[in-house]
């Protein structure tokens, strides 16, 4: 049976120019970068290659990299950091507030629940049908205790893209700092964070065809954060730990080959994103999610009327196509997706929901296959569901929900 990936959300397979760059510092350049003796030496140099090629990906300088184990802790460390540095210069009567949206990666949006339990306010903003914040609400939430905005360049789920650069533009006017989880962003579409005015980037390697295990956090000059790992030092102080050579080594090659291939990658997945939203929006009842333009190359993120996501995630399974319902972050989870309630979805609706994410080695072949096979698994699901073209049962299953 033919296996076809199209997860490349959750992550992508390690690019095998990576595992070459990364091989000899494994077996024979193994040294602690914070040794003196050439072996050290020799693992800095690598080091600091790579946090130069990570900074030309984004447009930073390179002493603007930390590095750390992924986006998840880039994104505790962005928010905790600035959060508890600022903490006592805020004089507010209101208190340290911090503006989001409510779309936002777990890593994001759990961060500032435990924040918000610590006596931080926290502004959750609302979203549009395709999942886009609106501008003026982001103004008028702003207050003398706003410290931080925080929203996501590009969604994990819907694929969305923010106005991230108008953003930015609001928060220097207002001197507050702006971080923006970029983990989905970086690597497909162009991210410049002189032009946006990011204060902090949230990064991960695994996304783009480097090792799990290893992200970065772009710090702009000038802005201070508490760390959140206290040691010997490492990272200029900001996050101790002996760095992850072998890692750090492959997510730079990563960056760098991403650079190179930017216009390449995007063109040729906005191509198949494209075939593949256009085929399956002819079967019937079947809906995109997300907007229809602002979207990443790679992205797909459709629903269907009365069928149930995780048997349709298997349907495919059995037919050699990997997919997704929704963030792998999440997805064991049984409740419906906060991002498909954002955008308007009721429950049932959201549980419908497919998310296909393309990466550099899918094929036309592979898109046709996908499109000839997926009418037939829609109409078998919807065969088995109590809720295709049945009113009574829909209404039924919804008290139900409501329970």
């Known amino acids: 049976m033919r ?3 199209m997860d490349c959300a959750s992550t992508t397979p390690v690019d095998k120019d990576v595992v070459k760059e990364m091989l000899p510092f494994s077996t024979e350049k193994y040294g602690n970068p914070s040794s003196l003796h050439s072996f050290g030496r020799e693992a800095h140099d690598a080091m600091e290659k790579a946090r130069e090629n990570i900074a030309k990906l984004i447009n930073a300088d390179k002493d ?3 590095f750390t184990s992924g986006g998840t802790e880039s994104d505790n460390l962005a928010i905790k950091g600035i959060a508890y540095k600022m903490k006592e210069e805020i004089t507010d009567y209101k208190g340290p507030h911090i503006i989001t949206s409510s779309i936002e990666h777990p890593a994001v949006m759990e961060t500032c629940k435990y924040l918000g339990l610590q ?4 502004k959750y903003l609302p979203v549009d049908k395709y999942g886009v914040v609106n501008l003026d609400n982001l103004k008028k939430s702003i ?3 706003t410290f931080l905005i925080t929203v996501m360049h590009a969604n994990n789920e819907i694929g969305t893209i923010q106005n991230i650069e108008e953003i930015g533009k609001i928060a220097k006017e207002h001197n507050i700092v702006f971080h923006s989880d970029a983990v989905q962003s970086v690597g497909k579409i162009p991210v410049d964070v002189k032009k946006t005015k990011i204060d902090l980037l949230s990064i991960s390697s695994h996304k783009i065809y480097g090792p799990k295990g290893v ?3 772009y710090i702009r000059k000038g802005v201070k954060l508490e760390p959140m790992i206290h040691g010997g030092g490492h990272e200029k102080g900001i996050r101790s730990g002996t760095e992850n050579i072998p ?3 492959g997510f730079g090659k990563a960056c760098e080959l991403a650079k190179k291939r930017l216009n ?3 063109e040729h997945l906005t191509i198949l994103r494209d075939k593949l939203i256009k085929n399956v929006l002819n079967i019937e009842e079947s809906y995109l999610n997300g907007h229809p333009t602002l979207r990443l190359p790679n992205n797909a993120h459709l629903r269907f009327t009365a ?5 349709l995630i298997l349907s495919l399974d059995e037919k050699g196509i990997a997919a997704s319902t929704g963030s792998a972050c999440s997805s064991k989870k049984l409740l419906p997706s906060h991002v498909l309630l954002a955008i308007g979805l009721n429950e049932i609706e959201a549980h419908g929901s497919l998310r296909i994410t393309l990466g550099r080695g899918n094929t036309e072949n592979e898109v046709k296959y996908v499109i000839d096979v997926l009418p037939g698994i829609i109409r078998n699901l919807r065969e088995m569901s109590p809720l295709w073209k049945k009113p009574l049962e829909i209404e039924k299953w919804k008290k139900e929900m409501k329970k």
């Not at 006596?119 to 926290?122: L, W």
């Not at 069928?307 to 048997?311: A, K, L, M, N």
């Open 119 to 122: 006596g931080f306010k926290v």
């Open 247 to 249: 890692n750090i080594v």
């Open 307 to 311: 069928v149930e996501g995780e048997s």
């Open 215 to 217: 992200g970065a956090l």
């Open 264 to 266: 390449e990658d995007a």
């Open 3 to 5: 296996k076809i990936y």
């Open 143 to 145: 207050s003398r205790g």
């Open 64 to 66: 603007e990299i930390v």
